[in-house]
């Protein structure tokens, strides 16, 4: 089946947000800001868990890739937004329409799968911690993580396919900051009755399943630190659970809403909004999260600047 050329030599227009082309320079700054901090941010935690011997832990190996995937997901959305802001030129090719959108969705389903597999790890770690460096080994880890990126790559190969071979022949006004799946689709000129139901069940396969796991995973976790005598003892084996805890509520929050909801109560306008938290904030906060409440992390920070003041020091001297 072969594209119409009016589809292929399509451009969008990415509507946005008001206030991007109202204050352009305001915008520009704002979030270019925001993503110098995610990237600066995670790859901090990227080269602590990498170069710290003390890290060098299934659990951190896991946090390195999640900082990995949270660089993924403001790269592939915010050069697009500071490049239309900084040209007032809101329009993108079809082909980088599609490729955003397939890049975005196959992020995003990494990171599901990634969160669930962390659940796992700390399940282990507290449930059968005599047992963790043997089920938890480093090619075992580097497996499971490959799985979690091929996963997400495979799973939205097939809607992205079937969505670039829609008919785009009324508007081409995308009304979000980037091209979504659910705005996309809507500008199509076809019945899209049919995808629609096949990317909501494919939605609550991945998420609600992805969440199954970490759900199980903690409830397994709460039995046995409830068995735990002391009170210090509690706090402390939950104390490692509290930065995973707080990256699965920041993302699941926001993406249950998003898509495990009928599109009859879909709204466009509050979609936009709220794929801000997820796609920009959320990564960009995750960083803080697994440094500031994770006394380890801390620790290996301390360390690195200490180690930079040292050679700074000596260097001047």
């Not at 507290?126 to 790559?153: A, H």
């Not at 599109?263 to 960009?284: A, E, G």
Request: aromatic share 14%; proline share 4%; hydrophobic share 50%.
């Amino acid at each position: 089946m072969q594209l119409p050329n009016k589809t292929i030599n399509a451009e969008f227009q990415i509507l946005g947000f008001s206030i991007f082309m109202s204050m352009p320079i305001v915008s520009f700054f704002v979030l270019l800001t925001i993503y110098i901090f995610n990237l600066l941010g995670n790859l901090l935690i990227i080269i602590i868990t990498r170069i710290s011997s003390h890290l060098n832990k299934p659990m951190y190996f896991f946090i390195c890739n999640l900082s990995i995937v949270d660089i993924g997901f403001t790269s592939v959305t915010l050069p697009k937004m500071l490049a239309i802001i900084a040209s007032q030129k809101n329009t993108i090719s079809f082909v980088g329409c599609i490729t955003q959108m397939y890049f975005f969705l196959a992020i995003g389903v990494t990171e599901s799968f990634l969160l669930a597999l962390m659940s796992y790890d700390r399940y282990i770690a507290i449930c059968r911690p005599l047992r963790y460096f043997v089920i938890m080994k480093t090619d075992d880890c580097t497996c499971m993580v490959l799985g979690c990126w091929l996963c997400g790559l495979l799973s939205v190969l097939l809607p992205v396919i079937i969505i670039s071979r829609l008919p785009f022949c009324n508007s081409y006004t995308i009304n979000h900051f980037f091209c979504d799946i659910s705005p996309v689709i809507q500008l199509s000129c076809s019945d899209i009755h049919n995808l629609e139901m096949f990317i909501f069940f494919t939605a609550i396969v991945v998420i609600l399943g992805t969440f199954s796991i970490i759900v199980l995973s903690y409830m397994l976790i709460l039995q046995n630190i409830l068995h735990i005598p002391s009170s210090t003892g509690k706090s402390k084996t939950f104390s490692t659970c509290a930065s995973h805890l707080t990256a699965v509520m920041l993302y699941y929050g926001t993406i249950i809403f998003m898509y495990i909801r009928p599109k009859s109560k879909s709204n466009l306008d509050l979609d936009k909004q709220t794929s801000v938290f997820y796609s920009i904030i959320t990564p960009t906060l995750n960083p803080m999260v697994y440094s500031l409440r994770n006394r380890e992390m801390k620790y290996a920070l301390i360390k690195l600047f200490r180690r930079q003041q040292y050679f700074s020091c000596n260097i001047k001297f």
